[in-house]
T-cell receptor
């Protein structure tokens, strides 16, 4: 069964550093998403991406965040200057229609 | 009022029992509804989509009441492996976003 994959599974970084989280969505899916979940809290929408551009973004997705689909398979989330409060689980998801399928997540720890 | 509200639980239920969760949503324009389950420190996994008045999949039954703006999930003959957090999710056609409830924690005890 096809699945969304994410790398790395765990990323530790120093405050102020840039990180890139990578995702490979399911191959025939058209819509791509990033979510985050702070430990013990609810899943929060960050951004959706369709047809090579951002279709929606939340208030969390400020100027320090960016997304790219550099080739036909990868979908990346870049955090330019990490803050302590960026520590969370970041999930990538993809969908063909309304049903979104999630990757296993990247745990980001900012020290 | 929160966009999607769920009882956080935890629901402590003996194995074999039937358990039901409710979820209410605030936006009457919402079109699509889902139940996801999430195990501790894992990704949410789609459990059921609820497109019309409801549907059934094995031990799981989801129902939608548009007039009252709530969705329910019923689990029959609960198993130990059903222990997880169950997330109610509403899809907003207007902005292609999933709006997530905070989840209901279920603990099945032997």
């Amino acid at each position: 069964e096809p699945e969304v994959t994410q790398t790395p599974s765990h990323q530790v970084t120093q405050m102020g550093q840039e990180v890139i989280l990578r995702c490979v969505p399911i191959s025939n899916h058209l819509y791509f998403y990033w979510y985050r979940q702070i430990l013990g809290q609810k899943v929060e929408f960050l951004v959706s991406f369709y047809n090579n551009e951002i279709s929606e973004k939340s208030e969390i997705f400020d100027d320090q965040f960016s997304v790219e689909r550099p080739d036909g398979s990868n979908f990346t989330l870049k955090i330019r200057s990490t803050k302590l409060e960026d520590s969370a689980m970041y999930f990538c998801a993809s969908s063909f229609n309304y049903e979104q399928f999630f990757g296993p997540g990247t745990r980001l720890t900012v020290l | 009022r929160k966009e999607v509200e769920q009882d956080p639980g935890p629901f402590n239920v003996p194995e074999g029992a039937t358990v039901a969760f409710n979820c209410t949503y605030s936006n009457s324009a919402s079109q699509s509804f889902f139940w996801y389950r999430q195990d501790c420190r894992k990704e949410p996994k789609l459990l059921m989509s609820v497109y019309s008045s409801g549907n059934e999949d094995g031990r799981f039954t989801a129902q939608l009441n548009r007039a009252s703006q709530y969705i329910s999930l019923l689990i029959r003959d609960s198993k130990l492996s059903d222990s997880a957090t169950y997330l109610c999710v509403v899809y907003m056609d207007s902005n292609y976003q999933l709006i997530w409830g905070a989840g209901t924690k279920l603990i099945i005890k032997p």
